[in-house]
């Protein structure tokens, strides 16, 4: 069975801890913190990600793109990103497809409820994420101190000093 989360680019913005703060003074480093953290989520889970922004945001005509393997919509003037997640889940949904929608907006979660979404709350899909950055943590941790530093013992100095011309320092 496929998984596909669509997300409310700027509803998690404005939830998230880490996020909030970065969207009052940059903007754009929330959002390419937002997009980095579902490249994450995308590479942990295996699912397809879908993360979707309001057009009156960002200047311009509509426009999609992939970054980092994670799907981004710019909605059109005047559509908002709540309508293209209702037509995505309607468009999307299958009979080997199970699509969530990472939203706090209840009116939104009434409507992809009826085409058959779930949903993942701001802070649901928050937590899930400080869970799989932790693992991703630990498993960096246990790897780096089960790799051996050398297959040949090595003094300090001689282990220094290789280390000091692998980083091209002097």
Same mark, same amino acid.
């Given at each position: 069975?496929?998984? !596909?989360?669509?997300? $409310?680019?700027?509803?998690?913005?404005?939830?998230?801890?880490?996020?909030? +703060?970065? &969207?009052?003074?940059?903007?754009?480093?929330?959002?390419? &913190?937002?997009? $980095?953290?579902?490249?994450?989520? %995308?590479?942990?889970?295996?699912?397809?990600?879908?993360?979707?922004? $309001?057009?009156?945001?960002? +200047?311009?005509?509509?426009?999609?793109?992939?970054?980092?393997?994670?799907? =981004? =919509?710019?909605?059109?003037?005047?559509?908002?990103?709540?309508?293209?997640?209702? /037509?995505? *889940?309607?468009?999307?949904?299958? %009979?080997?497809?199970?699509?969530?929608?990472?939203?706090?907006?209840?009116?939104?979660?009434?409507?992809?409820?009826?085409?058959?979404?779930? &949903?993942?709350?701001?802070?649901?899909?928050? !937590?899930?994420?400080?869970?799989?950055?932790?693992?991703?943590?630990?498993?960096?941790? *246990?790897?780096?101190?089960?790799? +051996?530093?050398?297959?040949? +013992?090595?003094?300090?100095?001689?282990?220094?000093?290789?280390? /000091?011309?692998? %980083?091209?320092?002097?």
């Amino acid at each position: 069975m496929q998984t !596909i989360l669509l997300v $409310d680019g700027y509803n998690m913005i404005g939830a998230w801890k880490e996020l909030r +703060p970065l &969207r009052d003074t940059n903007f754009e480093e929330a959002r390419n &913190r937002l997009l $980095d953290l579902m490249a994450e989520y %995308r590479a942990a889970i295996g699912a397809r990600v879908i993360v979707v922004f $309001d057009a009156h945001l960002v +200047p311009g005509a509509q426009q999609t793109y992939v970054q980092n393997g994670v799907e =981004i =919509i710019y909605t059109r003037k005047n559509e908002t990103a709540d309508e293209r997640i209702e /037509k995505l *889940t309607n468009e999307l949904k299958g %009979r080997k497809i199970q699509i969530y929608v990472a939203t706090s907006d209840m009116t939104e979660q009434n409507v992809i409820f009826g085409n058959g979404a779930l &949903r993942k709350s701001a802070r649901e899909l928050e !937590i899930e994420m400080e869970i799989i950055q932790s693992n991703i943590s630990a498993e960096v941790k *246990t790897t780096h101190e089960e790799k +051996p530093k050398s297959r040949i +013992p090595l003094s300090k100095e001689v282990e220094l000093a290789f280390e /000091k011309w692998r %980083r091209g320092l002097k």
